[in-house]
């Protein structure tokens, strides 16, 4: 009873805080985007549907083909080039990129400086990872990915350096943050070309031996590249680019306790390895869908919708983007009715709750909940765990000893999340974004079941507040037939790393 008061007490401070010390919590506070400067309990809004989804019951029939894995859809991964891969005689010189966002978009700036150095025939150095303002993690590329086996894999299409020679070890994040430097290309446009680089960028190779490229997220083209560029950068992206070893270690072993829940025993700190290794009974595996929710203060802030927090949520969500975007993204002009019914809002977890109950998921499937800070807390999540009682995460899993390596490290965290993604039955994404592009195309890639959510159809039905559960879940099942992971075909301007047919893929 104490404690508890005691804890009441301490959490009363927090919520003071900046209050009695408004400096703390002053603008540009990135860092931590859920500070506690208003206090909102969630609460369900769709009472009438959570009712009804709690009592659902999904024949075995219809359980069974939920989970089918995918049927063979005639596409193989396909990335090698037709022609025999080829180290140019001679480099023209070394490329350095400087990678902003998360864990992501760090991923498919990678692929685009692979395919960036084989146009110009160019040596690249190991991509710089700035820190992002949001995320805070000051992870570098060999912290995350395995660079003995990037190297190694794509040794026969380009070469790569760890680091720059000596004579070039000038050439730093800082030496360009405080001039105006001639070896810096600051001017890539947005999907450039493959001959704006012969244009722009090996002019620079040539005079300096040198050119780095910033900023460089998104700034190499998905239309009109020859056919074994496109090739290389989808080796890059499904092949050469592995995570280091114990994020890959602690992955299989929160996918093994998914997969075999009773043999969950006592969890030590340095025993996973060991533990999954063991030889097991395929037969007894259970089977897992991994949800992907981002619903951190900053998304909800973004998308400018209303999350039935009360007006002490709305202001304060509209505060948030002033401070944090100043201006930039303003107040939408459209209302939450109108966001909504053109899915432009997240879903909540209590959404993503009642479309999977919808899809037919009884309350004994096994969710794995890959999400970073879920705006509102526990309080947000409790519905979604009311009707998926069996909801695990990194924490629910692993010890915190075996967490300590990745505590804090927002890509790590992510990264583990990725590889947990990518191993379980079934994906699905609270919204879209660039972590469900990536795993959507990685599980295209291996044939793997990811629904995507359809926004539009999902904003319009928890709209109409009358809806009766047997029409939502009509509309839920017919709107989602087709969105469970048939291969779409990329299209002009859409990303290859979300859509990896037909480049990455061949028919057969
Ligand atoms: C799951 O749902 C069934 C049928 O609605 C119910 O009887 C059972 O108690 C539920 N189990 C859990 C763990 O909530
Ligand atoms: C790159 O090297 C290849 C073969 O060595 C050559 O055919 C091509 O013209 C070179 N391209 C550039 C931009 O130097
Ligand atoms: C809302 O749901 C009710 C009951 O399911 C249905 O009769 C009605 O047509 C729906 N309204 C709209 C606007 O879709």
Redesign the pocket.
Known sequence: MELQQRGALAGLLVLLLPLLLPGLFSPLSHASPSTFSEWNVPKPRHLSLLRSAL???TSHEKLSDLWAPLADQGWRPCVESTNAPSLPEKSEGYLQVFLDGGLNQQRMGICDAVAVAKILNATLVIPHFEVNPVWQDSSSFVDIFDVDHFINVLKDDISIVKELPDEFSWSTREYYATAIRATRIKTAPVHASANWYLDNVLPVLQSYGIAAISPFSHRLTFDNLPMDIQRLRCKVNFQALVFVPHIRALGDALVSRLRYPSRRTEVLSTNYLRETTDVIDENKASKFVVIHLRFDKDMAAHSACDFGGGKAEKLALAKYRQVIWQGRVLNSQFTDEELRSQGRCPLTPEEIGLLLAALGF??STRLYLASHKVYGGEARISTLRKLF?LMEDKKSLASSDERAQIKKKASLLAAVDYYVGLHSDIFISASPGNMHNALLGHRTYKNLKTIRPNMVLLGQLFLNKSISWSDFQQAVLEGHENRQGQIRLRKAKQSLYTYPAPHCMCQA
């Open positions: 009592q659902r019951e009884d309350n009682p």
